[in-house]
Structures are given as structure tokens and as C-alpha cells.
């Protein structure tokens, strides 16, 4: 299996412009996280889904995020409209099941998202 | 709820051993820890589950103290390749899988 796959690896916008992450998990993996990584902030989960189904959003900044996941194969992460402040990297992460199951996460090489 | 670990960074001589501690405020489930190398994506190093184990990776292993909430990372004789930010991932009892990250460890393996 190829793994996480996400794309862009990078990904530099003008603040205002609608930037739009992509993630495929690996298949047959039940569960799909996706997080954020800052000096400030470290490791912040944005939102996570089970089955394609969204479990908890808790973790999304503003109604500026928003994410989908329309089938086992793929999602997205949408940012619009992006500000400097979004400038982070963006990790996917997938697992066969809940954490609590013994399962670990595998993560996605991360999109490297600048807004100027 | 974010996990807070300690120390926030270390620096060893190859061969030298560190401790990683994670606490929590809240009861927890599981322990997750994983290392990420400068510009990698994390990378799985063990899971504790409720019970109090202790696990082995290597010379890397770790213990989950589940009264105290607290989970110790173990890194003995350290090595070059050791290198890199360390996070401990925590669990809640009924929080369907979601796994928050605490800040990180760096830590540097000099020679």
C-alpha cells in the first residue's frame, strides 16, 4: 500500500483565495483525522471521521474550515477565505479503527500551506 | 485537554538515557507516542492501554500510570537516529477514537 497520500506537498496563496487539501487514506482504514501543525500550537486535531461520516468538529477554527470526506478513499480540506494566519502544515491521518482499539494512526507527508 | 509533556526539550550525548513524562487532566483511555524527524510526517512508536503496561521498542519503552494520568516515555542508551520531536497522543474513555496531541519533546542526540 502507498500509504497516506496527500497532495498538494505545498501549497503558498494570497490571503482571501480558497485553498482546497486533499487526503487519501489507506484502504480499508475505518477512521480519517485531520490535524494542524504550528510551533505555537503543535498538533491540533481539526476534525476526524469514521465510516466517511464526521464524528467531531470541535477542533475546526472558524466557519472559514470546512471539510468533507465523500467516500472511503478520499477528503478534503477546505479553507475559505485563507488569512497568514492558517499558514501551518496539514497533516491526514488514518487507522483501521478507533485509537482506543490498539490501533495506530498513519500519517499523511503533510501539505505545507503558506498564506501571504 | 491538551496533554502537557515535560520537559520541553533535551539535549544527550549518544549513549545517555531520557525520560519523556505525559500528563493529563482528565481520566484517559490510552497513550499513544510517536516521533517525528525535522520535516517528516509523525511516526508510530507504541500504544499503552488502560492497565497500567509498560512496553518495549528497542531501547525505547514507555509506562501509563492510569491513577496519576501519566504516561513516561524511556530512552536508554541513546542513539544518533533518536533524534527528533517526540508526542505523546491521549484518549478519554467514550471519545470515540479522538486522539489529542500534546506539544512535544525535541530531543537532540549530539555524538
Known amino acids: 500500500d502507498a500509504g497516506v497520500i496527500q497532495s498538494p506537498r505545498h501549497e503558498v496563496t494570497e490571503m482571501g483565495q480558497e485553498v482546497t487539501l486533499r487526503c487519501k487514506p489507506i484502504?480499508?482504514?475505518?477512521?480519517l483525522f485531520w490535524y494542524r501543525q504550528t510551533m505555537m500550537r503543535g498538533l491540533e486535531l481539526l476534525i476526524y471521521f469514521n465510516n466517511n461520516v464526521p464524528i467531531d468538529d470541535s477542533g475546526m477554527p472558524e466557519d472559514r474550515f470546512s471539510a468533507k470526506m465523500p467516500n472511503a478513499s478520499f477528503s478534503t480540506l477546505k479553507i475559505q477565505p485563507s488569512e497568514p494566519r492558517d499558514s501551518a502544515v496539514y497533516f491526514c491521518?488514518?487507522?483501521?479503527?478507533?485509537?482506543?482499539?490498539?490501533?495506530?494512526?498513519?500519517f499523511g507527508s503533510g501539505t505545507q500551506l503558506s498564506v501571504l | 485537554q491538551q496533554p502537557v509533556q515535560s520537559p520541553q526539550a533535551v539535549i544527550l550525548r549518544e549513549g545517555e538515557d531520557a525520560v519523556i513524562n505525559c500528563s493529563s487532566s482528565?481520566?484517559?483511555?490510552?497513550v499513544h507516542w510517536y516521533r517525528q524527524k525535522h520535516g517528516e510526517a509523525p511516526v508510530f512508536l507504541m500504544i499503552l492501554l488502560k492497565g497500567g503496561e509498560q512496553k518495549g521498542h528497542e531501547k525505547i519503552s514507555a509506562s501509563f500510570n492510569e491513577k496519576k494520568q501519566q504516561s513516561s516515555l524511556y530512552l536508554t542508551a541513546s542513539q544518533l537516529s533518536y533524534s527528533g520531536t517526540y508526542f505523546c497522543g491521549t484518549e478519554r474513555q467514550n471519545q470515540g477514537g479522538k486522539l489529542i496531541f500534546g506539544q512535544g519533546t525535541e530531543l537532540s542526540v549530539k555524538p
Open positions: 491521518a488514518s487507522s483501521l479503527a478507533s485509537a482506543a482499539t490498539n490501533e495506530k494512526l498513519f
Open positions: 482528565k481520566a484517559l483511555y490510552s
Open positions: 484502504s480499508g482504514h475505518d477512521y
